[in-house]
């Protein structure tokens, strides 16, 4: 700064006043208000597919296969059995579909009504099991953060 | 069996929305010195500034911690490749910063104020 003042006389530009710069040089009054601000990355804002979040596209690929495989082999044994499985190809097809989303939420239920107990426990352990899991993820993310090393960069822009 | 299948599938995924949704919760928003301090993440500014030395000797940040950003339009792939988890600004660049990227970072307001920008004379 010094060897700066010994060549120019003045400054236009945006200088914050400070007291170690007011000792060796006079600055006018202040045109515009400083003071340090801390930037962060805006909150992470849920979407309206955070319901597909849980499993990855495959999981889905493979549940989605699991079901209509299921269908096709409950269709498959009952068909000439079931008198509920005849009909109209219409028919046949939405009684099977219906079967298997139906499973999906009704058969368990009944199979583990008397025991619902157990299953609210079971689920409420994997919850926070998989939950200090993720902790585990972040700290480590702030691990990695830390080892970083420092690199240079091009000046492009700079102020006092 | 399958209803076994379907029992564990259905499970997991309730289990697994709900742990999402607390991490997220828990997950705090960085708004505090302190917390940066303690957690030694990295922290931008610009080199060339006295905002570097302010960090050092008055915030007490590690010079390790603080990493020089040499222009303000760099910020943006720090912060997207995680080297820093929050900058430093004085009040005028921050604006510019913030009406720059609007809705994806916010400021906190300044708690440690200087005495503005003026012209030099000797």
């Known amino acids: 700064m010094l060897f700066f003042f010994k060549t120019y006389d003045a400054i236009v530009g945006d200088v914050t006043i400070l007291a170690s710069r007011a000792e060796k040089v006079e600055f006018t009054q202040p045109y515009a208000e400083s003071g340090l601000s801390m930037i962060v990355p805006a909150k992470y804002k849920e979407s309206a597919w955070m319901f597909m979040k849980p499993f990855t596209k495959e999981m889905w690929l493979v549940t989605g296969a699991v079901l209509i495989y299921t269908m096709f082999i409950v269709w498959f044994l009952e068909h000439h059995t079931n008198p509920e499985f005849n009909g109209p190809w219409k028919n046949q097809i939405g009684t099977a579909l219906w079967f298997t989303f139906s499973s999906l939420y009704f058969a368990h239920s009944k199979l583990l009504s008397r025991n619902s107990k157990t299953r609210i426990v079971y689920c409420a352990i994997h919850t926070s099991v998989l939950s200090v899991h993720q902790r585990k993820c972040i700290s480590s993310s702030f691990g990695s953060c830390i080892s970083y090393c420092m690199r240079h960069y091009n000046q492009s822009l700079t102020f006092i | 069996m399958w209803l076994f299948v379907v029992l564990i599938l259905n499970s997991s995924y309730t289990a697994s929305l709900a742990s999402?949704?607390?991490?997220?919760?828990?997950?705090?928003?960085?708004?505090?010195?302190?917390?940066?301090?303690?957690?030694?993440?990295?922290?931008?500014?610009?080199?060339?500034?006295?905002?570097k030395n302010y960090l050092r000797n008055v915030l007490e940040f590690k010079p390790e911690n603080i990493k020089n950003v040499s222009s303000e339009y760099s910020y943006e792939g720090e912060f997207e490749s995680a080297t820093i988890s929050a900058a430093f600004l004085e009040l005028p660049y921050e604006k510019v910063f913030i009406g720059h990227y609007c809705k994806r970072y916010s400021a906190t307001t300044p708690t440690y104020r200087f005495g503005g920008l003026g012209f030099v004379s000797s």
């Open chain 2, 20 to 51: 999402m949704l607390t991490v997220r919760r828990l997950q705090p928003n960085v708004t505090d010195i302190e917390w940066l301090k303690r957690n030694s993440l990295k922290v931008g500014c610009d080199g060339d500034s006295f905002v």
